[in-house]
């Protein structure tokens, strides 16, 4: 039961769940159309501004390892509400930020407090729904966190335009609020407290390094992380390769941003209907081995030159939906043999997969070719075809499961 003495729905705990999960998105793509006004007002360049948004991913990166014990200790909702309060208290600094220094190290801070909603809404799907329908909850998530890169830029466009740059973080500060009265008081206290669980340093990495042997879990979190480096690549590389290589201007290139995500909702709804039939395993491997073909068929066309702007967004396009199977599957899968320190396997998996992500499509930075779209390209495919390989390489060693195992680390 809640706290308000009602039982919410399945659909309802989804909606609840989705919305946590739309909080880093929307911090990171709401604020990207005011790069220009922040840069005048911060009198700093857009490069330098550009480390606002890497801060921010050092922070999704780090903070999703502390909040993973934090969860299994002390529940779901206090983490939770610490996270979203250190969210808030930081959107309210980069708010006032008088410099750019200042702003970089509030993102930060602000990354810490709202990775919190990423790892517990991941964590919750264990807690209210069976193992069987995890990759179908995952693709209902993916739904409401691809309403991100469709909404979020336009806002943060006509917010920045009409009332300046400060009143997006404005809105995250009240959005994150509604967001804590509605975990107060509609989501339910499903999970018990485990104060078995250590908080000191040394525990919690030996309990990481226990997640982590776990070749079940350790598989599918690789393999699933190098299949979405193609996401975060494209994020990247997708203003160079339309603004600056195929001449579009900044209403036509949002324009193209939002269909493309069309891609990535589309097939993770396609992965719910899926899983009513299929085990979340033989999908996963499907969409990966698709991935890495159309990835490999991207790369050979670009480096003869033989795509335009239509056949380019259509392979993305390709390329994305893909994602929509392989991420909330390799999620499930990874996350499955665990009966306890689900909110440690959860921060972990996230972790691998922002981290690695992020770090290859950093990598974009050291390529200086004269074929832009090069590359993106390259790394769009070498990265699934490497995951691929880890797959079949794990699987030589495991039989996967979807029932949870004896294997479960100890606190």
Not at 6 to 34: C, E, H, Q, R
Not at 127 to 148: M, Q, Y
Request: aromatic residues 14%.
């Amino acid at each position: 039961m809640s706290p308000v003495g009602v039982k919410p729905s399945k659909n309802f705990i989804i909606i609840i769940l989705g919305i946590l999960t739309t909080v880093n998105p929307f911090s990171i793509d709401m604020y990207l159309p005011a790069f220009d006004s922040l840069s005048k007002d911060l009198q700093t360049s857009k490069e330098v501004l550009s480390l606002t948004l890497a801060s921010y991913f050092i922070g999704i990166a780090i903070g999703q390892l502390f909040y993973g014990p934090l969860l299994d200790r002390f529940g779901r909702k206090k983490p939770l509400l610490f996270g979203l309060g250190i969210f808030i208290i930081s959107s309210l600094g980069c708010l006032f930020a008088q410099n750019v220094d200042q702003l970089i190290a509030f993102r930060f801070l602000q990354a810490i407090g709202g990775c919190a909603a990423q790892v517990g809404a991941m964590t919750m799907v264990r807690d209210f729904f069976p193992i069987e329908e995890n990759a179908k909850v995952f693709s209902l998530l993916v739904l409401v966190l691809s309403v991100s890169p469709l909404l979020a830029p336009s806002i943060g466009s006509m917010i920045a335009t009409w009332l300046g740059w400060q009143f997006i973080f404005a809105l995250l500060i009240g959005i994150t609020t509604l967001i804590c009265l509605m975990i107060y008081l509609f989501l339910p206290a499903k999970y018990q407290p485990d104060t078995t669980v250590s908080l000191r340093i040394k525990p919690i990495f030996y309990n990481y390094l226990l997640i982590i042997r776990q070749p079940q879990f350790i598989t599918f979190a690789l393999a699933g992380a190098l299949s979405m480096t193609g996401l975060f690549v494209y994020i990247a590389a997708s203003p160079m390769i339309f603004m600056e290589v195929y001449g579009v201007n900044s209403k036509v290139y949002g324009l193209i941003f939002a269909l493309l995500s069309l891609g990535f909702i589309g097939s993770s709804q396609i992965n719910a209907q899926l899983s009513k039939k299929f085990r979340p395993n033989p999908i996963f491997k499907a969409g990966l081995s698709i991935q890495v073909i159309i990835a490999l068929l991207f790369l050979l066309g670009v480096t003869y030159y033989w795509y335009n702007i239509y056949t380019t967004f259509a392979f993305i396009f390709l390329l994305l939906a893909c994602l929509g199977l392989t991420y909330p599957n390799a999620a499930a899968m990874a996350i499955a043999p665990f009966t306890s320190n689900i909110g440690s396997a959860s921060a972990l998996l996230g972790f691998l997969q922002i981290g690695i992500a992020g770090l290859v499509a950093g990598c974009l930075s050291l390529f200086d070719a004269r074929n832009k779209i090069l590359p993106p390209a390259l790394l769009m495919a070498v990265m699934p075809l490497i995951g691929l390989f880890t797959l079949f390489w794990g699987l030589r060693h495991f039989t996967p499961t979807l029932h949870s195992s004896s294997a479960t680390p100890p606190h």
